[in-house]
């Protein structure tokens, strides 16, 4: 990637900075996607249902029982608007790109956990292997946490394979969370780092 990068600021398509015009932001958005593809190999799974963030939920049908039980829990809600890149990345202490390579999935009370499975709260922390970084001495592998997603704000359950993530506190603890900026790293939203904050560099 390091020598696709020095391609485009010698020819001119882009600055040293590695900002450039919109129209050259998706395709520099495009070969990066491709090289993330060819450095993730034979690790990505070969019947994999997730690509690139994209993904459509099954339809559910509620049963009376459990919306009935529904009702009966406290209201979990979050308010907080997603930040656009260039605000989130400024307040984020790493921004970087990568793909969940391991999840680690713990009860948050496990006493609760057995005597209500169906009400389980279980958190997140994720490893995810580094293709891109835009801020801080981010290493090639680092893990995240998501949190919960009850009605904090955090992420918990993060479905995408690709992520692009901006995240805060120390290398060791780094955190997610819903109003950060962290997103799935599609086509269009590399795209947009690109033009917001350059082109980055591998870990």
């Not at 020095?6 to 520099?28: C, E, H, K, Y």
């Not at 993904?55 to 049908?61: E, L, N, Q, S």
């Not at 499975?117 to 946490?145: F, H, L, M, Q």
Request: charge should be positive; charged fraction near 20%.
């Amino acid at each position: 990637m390091l020598a696709w990068r020095q391609g485009l600021v010698g020819s001119g398509r882009i600055g040293a900075d590695g900002r450039g015009p919109d129209t050259d932001a998706n395709a520099q958005a495009a070969a990066m996607i491709s090289s993330f593809d060819r450095l993730a190999g034979q690790n990505r799974g070969a019947g994999s249902s997730v690509a690139m963030g994209m993904f459509r939920p099954a339809p559910v049908i509620l049963s009376t029982a459990l919306v009935l039980a529904a009702m009966s829990r406290p209201a979990e809600a979050c308010s907080c608007a997603r930040p656009s890149i260039a605000a989130g990345a400024a307040r984020a202490d790493a921004v970087f790109a990568g793909r969940i390579v391991a999840t680690t999935v713990t009860p948050v009370d496990p006493a609760a956990c057995k005597k209500k499975p169906a009400w389980c709260v279980k958190s997140y922390r994720y490893t995810i292997a580094v293709d891109n970084v835009w801020k801080g001495d981010v290493p090639a592998n680092v893990e995240v946490d998501a949190g919960h997603g009850r009605g904090d704000c955090s992420f918990g359950k993060m479905t995408a394979e690709r992520w692009l993530v901006m995240a805060s506190g120390p290398l060791d603890h780094l955190t997610v969370r819903l109003c950060s900026g962290t997103r799935p790293a599609t086509t269009r939203a590399l795209a947009q780092a690109v033009s917001a904050i350059g082109t980055g560099s591998v870990p």
